[in-house]
């Protein structure tokens, strides 16, 4: 196996990998109740596969159960490409990532999705478009050459799918809309649908509002969407702050730490600052 981490750019040894994600190197389906012929492909394979394509593990998480030997144990591994890098204005480089899916239940296929990792922050976004479709490949009749395909590919678009994120730093917000993109992704945080006969200001505390859009560096500094967008991500995502839904007792909010629901609140904010792009 390789996972070897370069020089001066970090990544996950193998030595790493099995401590964090024990389940990615099961020999064997983790269900019981498969069928004889099915196909059991451990994920090493893979994370294998993507380091031969120049995409090193920086990042990885398994789901807890409370049961060892649960079957839906899924996790999660994130690749980055030294070779692919992203550089912005006041020092906010990113790399594009693969975020790879998993779990040897036999119930599901490896699934691919696309983030950024943003150097200034040490943080990880999710891009979430029609553009950026999630990618699946079969644990049935997998191969090198499907998966060297569907990277390449992924590789080659990538200048043309992230013309949304100009678009994004050329979209710029009044500070009522920047208030209103705090309060929506507290809102989805909390998992809380506002009532439509109450006005939205009137859901978060409004000192919260003014902590998640609080500067936290030079490249903060703005009124664009893409600014807020990535102000409002941090802390929602990070935590670190203190906030509460109005009329509610305020205390200080913790950083998620499930990288299901960190994936599925991404996903939601990434989308949510497409709602403020114009027609």
Not at 44 to 73: C, N
């Amino acid at each position: 196996m390789l996972h070897t981490p370069l020089p001066d750019f970090g990544g996950l040894t193998k030595a790493n990998l099995q401590q964090m994600v024990p389940h990615a190197f099961r020999e064997t389906p983790s269900n019981p109740r498969l069928s004889d012929n099915y196909v059991h492909v451990p994920t090493y394979e893979v994370i294998d596969d993507l380091e031969k394509l120049g995409w090193y593990p920086m990042q990885a998480s398994q789901r807890k159960h409370r049961k060892a030997d649960s079957i839906f144990t899924s996790h999660m591994v994130k690749f980055r490409n030294p070779d692919l890098k992203i550089s912005g204005q006041k020092r906010d480089d990113s790399y594009p990532e693969i975020i790879l899916l998993n779990s040897h239940d036999g119930l599901s296929s490896f699934k691919f999705m696309i983030g950024l990792y943003r150097l200034v922050c040490s943080n990880g976004l999710i891009i979430a478009t029609d553009q950026f479709a999630d990618f699946k490949i079969k644990h049935m009749g997998y191969t090198f050459e499907e998966l060297r395909a569907m990277v390449e590919g992924t590789v080659q678009e990538l200048p043309n799918k992230l013309q949304i994120l100009n678009e994004m730093k050329n979209t710029d917000l009044t500070q009522t809309q920047q208030e209103e993109f705090a309060i929506k992704g507290f809102l989805l945080r909390r998992g809380v649908v506002p009532a439509i006969e109450k006005p939205l200001q009137d859901t978060v505390d409004q000192g919260t509002v003014q902590a998640i859009l609080q500067p936290q560096r030079e490249s903060d500094k703005g009124s664009d969407l893409w600014v807020t967008y990535n102000k409002v991500q941090e802390a929602v995502i990070n935590g670190g702050f203190h906030g509460a839904l109005a009329g509610a007792r305020v205390r200080k909010v913790k950083k998620i730490t499930n990288f299901h629901k960190d994936i599925q609140l991404n996903r939601q904010l990434f989308q949510l600052a497409t709602e403020y792009l114009p027609a």
